[in-house]
Structure formats: structure tokens, C-alpha cells
């Protein structure tokens, strides 16, 4: 009995002593809540590091910069007048004075009033002599060229955070938080590391420019082109059109700021028999003179596929010329599919090409035990395949290079504030796809598609031998299945000069309005993008009247 008395007299204490505890946890609460208010910090800390990185392109020109800016906000508590703060406060930014006093009549110790408003009102605002009325240093992203590869360098939000493109990719490398991920103290840099990018602002320009008079003439849904150093890897110049202005990426919608160069895969039609040929030539399975009937189409499996037209009597040469389906079909009967399926792979078809960017798809090449008895002769001509414009400018690249498959490239160097580089991308190899002497030969054949018996004949330039290689895929129709009646992607895929090519041009055209096939819509502008560059690249014409007279 002793003991038990003794138990619950030390459950009485212990049941004492926790609702004394409880008792003045709540009261403390209380306390916060409704009476001290003013121990709640009345605003948050300054950001550790409020000035993000600049973004240049390759010859240090800046694309994205911060410029210093301020914003207001109020302590509504120590706000004497708030009806005529309101007012003084509308004037100085000139802002409607009901929605202001709205927000300084709310219960909150710290409100903002107007983040990072225009420069042109600071002074206005530093004169006012208004009690509670405070101003915050900060800065406000600038794009000085506007729109100008926008898909690229994407935005940053007022609140200095990387949202799209490269600024969402490296925003802890433009915007360095205390401490970084190799555990050093940036505590002490005042403005984030600037990214270097491969573009060049001038052909970036130019392939913009061009992009948008083809986006006006075609009526297309979108067009993208891409200009690639195939011995490199690295993107010159990247872009679709429509795109948006930087400095004012709120107005757009999400599909406007998609980057779908890299995002959205599509079938490539006969560009894609570039790479057929390439793996079919490299395992001696073709040659150019080897003959094919074309009487206008095939029938492969219990299907038939259609050609353009009765190419006749023809040798393989001629078939990439003028691309066509019977010649290519009939070539791929020679191949197995799982021989085929392998070689696409390794040009890159159906994995990511890994470049810098957020977002990118991957394509579709399906494994070989899910084809149908038709795949392989309809992914020899384009079709049952998807692939993004950045993998087929990738794939094309190492046939420009040797049969060496690249890393494609977005970003050159990363620098600290001081101009020491701090990491410096050097161009990385893959793999090889095909050899030297096919990758010549296939560049051999693809300049004929620039003659006047040619489909790119509109992509010829004056004075330069160009291989090419048209595309017009009929757009599939992905929740009914089958195809899209008169919708079509064309495209032109183009390499400059032949031989030893120093750039792979791509320009795809979405639905173009009218005129469908790639080599009256897409060659025209590969055409334009080429004779405005070459000369800026020292790219000499491959039989220039100055050798000539030196000659002579």
C-alpha cells in the first residue's frame, strides 16, 4: 500500500509539471500571436547574393546582364497616414493609389508594395518623406537583344530564381549560393559566374532573321533551324520561330517559351535516308551504280508505298538524289533489322543527345521485336522514327566529321567575376558511326542533290560545292493513328563545303502553308542562312575567281 501511495503522489508531480509546461507554451504562443507582434522579423534578410552571372556568347558579347533596380515596401505599423502614404506612394511609380492602400491596410508587418519597379521612378521614390515607406536594393535580369535566342537563354523571375533555358540549367552557377557543392565558402563573391555559350550572336542573328521571313512567307506553325560545327560539337546558332521577348516573358504562353529544337521529336521523311544509305554503304550492302526499277511505288508486306513519281530505271546515286522511296525500299531488303536498328542507334536516334538544355526528348526508335513486317522499309524512308532537330543536326554532324559521332555543345567556358576560367568544355567524342572513306562517299552522293536534277536544287550558293538532302513527312496523326490529310514537316539538311565540311545547316518547317516539300520551302532558307555566313566564318567559295587568277 506504501508503494502504491508513493506512485501517485509522483504521477501527480509529473501531471503537474507538464501542464505547467503546456500552460506556458500557450501562453507564450498567445503572446506572439496577438501582442508581440513586433519580435517577428519585419522582413526578410537581403538576398547573400543578389546579382546573377552574365551570359555571353562566344566572342564575349552579352546576352543577359543585371541591372541594379529597386523595390518598395512598407511597415504598416509605423505608417502614421496611410491614405495619403498611399497616394505619394502612387504618384512616385505612377500605380493605382486603391490597390497600394489595399495592400498597406493588410495584417502583415512587412508588405510589398511594388517589386523592382522601373528605374526611372527611384528618385521619385527616395524623395518621399513618408514614415514606413522603404526601398531594397536589388536586381532585375535584361536581355539586351530582346528576343534573340530566347530558347537558349531562357529567363529568370523577380525573385532572381532561373526558370527557363540556360539560366534554368545553371542557376546555381549564375547565382552561387553560400556554400557551393564541393563544400567551398562563395560567401565572398558579389556577383554570380558567367557563362560563356558557343553561339555566335551574328549567325544566331541571322538564322533569326531568316527563320521569321520564312515564318511570314510559308504561314508555317513553327520553324527551327540549327547551325552546327561538326568537328566540334558546338551550336553556332539555334532557334525557333515564333519565339518571345525576354525582357517581357510573362505575356507569352508555355508552348511559345518550348524550346522544340530539343523537346519535340518529329518524323524526318527522306532526310533521314542520309543515314540509311550512310550504314547500308558502310556495310558494302549498296553501291552508287547498283540499279533499281522505281515505277512510281512498291508493295513491301502486303503494303504499298508510294513515290512521288516514276523515277524509272535509276543507281543509288540518283535514288538520294532524287529521293526516292521504291530505291530506298528495295536497298533495305539487304540489311537485317537488327543490324539496322544497332547502326541507328549509335548514330544517336532514340537516347538524348545530353546538350546543356532543359527538356529534352528523346525521340522514338522502337527495339526491333516490336516492329511490324513494314518498319524497317518505312524507317528507311523516314516514317515509323522520330527524332528532335538537334539529333538529326547531331547525326549529320558525323558524317560531316569523319563518321564521328560528337557531343553536342551549348556552353563554352564558365568564368569567375575576374575573367579566370574556372572550367573550360573541350569538344568530346562519342563514338564512330562509319568510316572515313564513307562518310566521304556519302557527302559525294549528297552533292548531287544540289544540281539541277536535284530535289535541293534551291539550296544551291554560288561558287561553293554543298551536300543536301530534302525532307517532306506527311504529320502523323497521333490519336487516331495513320496520317494527317495535306500536313506536312519538310525540311532541309545541308553541309558546307564539301569536301571537309565546316558547318551542318538544318531548318525544318512545321505545316507549311501552300508549298509542302522541303526543297521549294526549307532549301530557300538554308540557302539565304548560308550566303550571309560563309564569308562571316572565312568559309571560301570552292572555286574562287581569286585562285583562278592566281593561277592563270
Known amino acids: ?241 515564333p519565339d518571345y521577348d525576354l525582357n517581357d516573358f510573362q505575356r507569352y504562353s508555355d508552348e511559345r517559351k518550348r524550346n522544340r529544337a530539343i523537346t519535340d521529336p518529329f518524323e524526318p521523311g527522306s532526310t533521314f535516308k542520309v543515314f540509311i544509305a550512310s550504314i547500308l554503304l558502310e556495310k558494302e550492302l549498296v553501291s552508287e551504280n547498283d540499279q533499281f526499277n522505281c515505277t512510281g511505288s512498291i508493295d513491301v508486306e502486303g503494303a504499298v508505298i508510294d513515290d512521288i513519281r516514276k523515277h524509272g530505271n535509276i543507281n543509288f546515286r540518283e535514288v538520294l538524289e532524287q529521293s526516292c522511296n521504291v530505291g530506298m525500299v528495295e536497298s533495305v531488303k539487304r540489311i537485317d533489322k537488327n543490324a539496322m536498328y544497332e547502326r541507328l542507334r549509335a548514330f544517336g536516334f532514340g537516347v538524348p543527345t545530353g546538350i546543356n538544355l532543359p527538356g529534352e526528348g528523346r525521340g522514338i526508335l522502337r527495339n526491333p521485336k516490336n516492329w511490324s513486317g513494314i518498319s524497317k522499309y518505312a524507317i528507311a524512308i523516314g516514317q515509323e522514327i522520330s527524332a528532335t532537330p538537334l539529333q538529326i543536326a547531331q547525326a549529320a554532324s558525323a558524317i560531316a566529321n569523319s563518321g564521328m559521332l560528337m557531343q553536342p555543345r551549348i556552353i563554352k567556358r564558365i568564368e569567375s567575376p575576374d575573367g579566370s576560367i574556372l572550367k573550360d568544355y573541350s569538344p568530346l567524342k562519342i563514338r564512330t558511326v562509319v568510316s572515313e572513306p564513307t562518310s566521304e562517299l556519302v557527302l559525294d552522293l549528297l552533292t548531287g542533290v544540289i544540281s539541277e536534277r536535284g530535289t535541293g536544287y534551291k539550296a544551291k550558293v554560288e561558287g561553293y560545292t554543298i551536300a543536301g538532302k530534302t525532307g517532306t513527312a506527311q504529320i502523323a496523326d497521333i490519336e487516331l493513328g495513320g496520317y494527317l490529310e495535306d500536313q506536312f514537316y519538310a525540311s532541309f539538311l545541308g553541309f558546307v563545303p564539301v569536301p571537309n565540311p565546316r558547318i551542318v545547316v538544318l531548318v525544318t518547317l512545321d505545316r507549311p502553308v501552300g508549298e509542302v516539300y522541303g526543297g521549294q520551302t526549307a532549301a530557300p532558307v538554308f540557302r539565304n542562312i548560308v550566303e550571309r555566313i560563309s564569308h562571316y566564318l572565312n568559309i571560301l567559295p570552292s572555286f574562287s575567281e581569286i585562285y583562278i587568277l592566281r593561277d592563270g
Request: aromatic content about 8%; charged content about 30%.
Open 1 to 241: 500500500m506504501e508503494i502504491r501511495k508513493i506512485l501517485k503522489r509522483r504521477l501527480k508531480i509529473i501531471l503537474i509539471v507538464i501542464a505547467l509546461i503546456f500552460s506556458f507554451l500557450v501562453i507564450r504562443i498567445t503572446q506572439l500571436m496577438f501582442f508581440n507582434r513586433e519580435l517577428v522579423p519585419p522582413s526578410p534578410d537581403p538576398p547573400e547574393y543578389s546579382e546573377r552571372g552574365f551570359i555571353l556568347d562566344r566572342n564575349n558579347e552579352k546576352l543577359a546582364i543585371s541591372l541594379e533596380t529597386y523595390s518598395i515596401y512598407v511597415r504598416p505599423k509605423e505608417v502614421e497616414n496611410k491614405k495619403k502614404a498611399a497616394r505619394e506612394i502612387a504618384s512616385a511609380i505612377d500605380e493605382d493609389y486603391s490597390s497600394i492602400l489595399r495592400s498597406m491596410n493588410r495584417k502583415k508587418p512587412f508588405v510589398w508594395i511594388q517589386r523592382q519597379i522601373d528605374i526611372r521612378y527611384t528618385e521619385r521614390v527616395e524623395n518621399l518623406d513618408t514614415k514606413g515607406v522603404y526601398l531594397e536594393k536589388e536586381y532585375r535580369r535584361h536581355y539586351p537583344h530582346n528576343n534573340l535566342a530566347s530558347h537558349i537563354l531562357g529567363f529568370s523571375g523577380i525573385d532572381n530564381v532561373g526558370l527557363e533555358g540556360i539560366e534554368y540549367q545553371l542557376d546555381d552557377v549564375l547565382l552561387p549560393r553560400r556554400i557551393d557543392n564541393k563544400g567551398i565558402d562563395t560567401s565572398g563573391i558579389r556577383r554570380g559566374y558567367t557563362v560563356v555559350l558557343t553561339i555566335d550572336r551574328y549567325i544566331q542573328e541571322v538564322v533569326e532573321e531568316e527563320l521569321e521571313r520564312a515564318l511570314e512567307s510559308s504561314q508555317a506553325k513553327l520553324i527551327t533551324g540549327i547551325v552546327m560545327n561538326p568537328n566540334t560539337g558546338e551550336i553556332l546558332a539555334l532557334a525557333n520561330k
